[in-house]
């Protein structure tokens, strides 16, 4: 097996912090000895999250076995993902803002054409609903956990309570037509062709607040392993929150 350096565009802050949670983790349960340091094991984790790298080309590159590799991964996802805030805790941090912009988005993942509940007729592929929340400047501030990809954008919101908590708080969130119905502060754009020419004013000026939420969309695909999960559909919620948490460390 030939083995060559790479690199991954993280910040060595980055590996210091996620470094010291598997530290605390094997000095919770009593680790004594193990394979690969603690910041070997946090480099495993980074590599897999940012460059999507596979369990067996990250096993050989350490020299250890695929099932090490995987258990190792797992527990520094497991410890990010404990750290993810929860809704609670964003529309408190949302509430310092102006407005928030809610939007859906499919994280493809690798499934076969059986899996009907995976599929979107929408984006005509399979993958897992997530709804996000970013700030007037399109800076992530939550990421909801995973649901199948024929979940419409709107029952996803409802479902998570992110309608009921934006309403509590009395925070105005722009969102696109797929929220169309959804009542409380969320803000949409009119439908139909012939509008009249304040609607398609408004339109026009919702979009240019709307498309900075993309930002948010850009920084999940930043990391590669989003882009095609090849994981267990249960274990995408802990991965999309410990992307959150390693986005916030960068911010």
């Given amino acids: 097996m030939l083995v060559y350096p ?34 070997r094991q946090a480099l495993l984790a980074l590599a ?42 964003a529309m408190r941090i949302a509430r310092t803002k102006a407005f928030v912009i809610l939007d859906g988005t499919l994280l ?30 399109g800076r992530l501030l939550w990421a909801s956990p995973a649901l199948p990809g024929s979940t419409h954008d709107l029952t996803a919101a409802r479902t998570h309570g992110i309608v009921e ?23 949409v754009p009119f439908r139909g062709r012939r509008l009249k020419r304040w609607q398609r004013r408004h339109n026009s000026t919702h979009a240019k607040i709307r498309c ?7 920084t999940l695909k930043g990391w590669r392993l989003l882009r095609k999960l090849p994981c267990s559909t249960n274990r995408i919620t802990a991965v999309v929150r410990a992307v959150l948490v390693l986005h916030h460390v960068l911010a």
Wanted: hydrophobic content about 40%.
């Fill in 108 to 137: 493809p993942i690798d499934r076969i054409a059986a899996d009907t509940p995976y599929y979107s007729g929408k984006h005509k592929r399979h993958g897992m609903n997530i709804q996000v929340l970013t700030d007037p400047f």
């Fill in 6 to 39: 790479s690199s991954i565009d993280l910040s060595s802050c980055t590996l210091r912090f996620l470094t010291g949670r598997p530290t605390a983790r094997r000095q919770e349960i009593g680790t004594r000895w193990r394979r690969l340091t603690a910041g």
């Fill in 212 to 218: 900075l939420g993309e930002q948010a969309m850009a």
């Fill in 48 to 89: 897999h999250l940012r460059c999507g790298d596979t369990y067996a080309r990250l096993a050989a590159g350490c020299g250890i076995g695929i099932a090490t590799a995987y258990r190792y991964i797992r527990e520094a996802v497991d410890v990010l993902a404990a750290l993810a805030p929860t809704l609670a805790e």
């Fill in 165 to 187: 908590a934006l309403t509590d708080a009395d925070l105005k969130s722009w969102a696109d037509k797929a929220y169309q119905g959804a009542g409380g502060s969320i803000r």
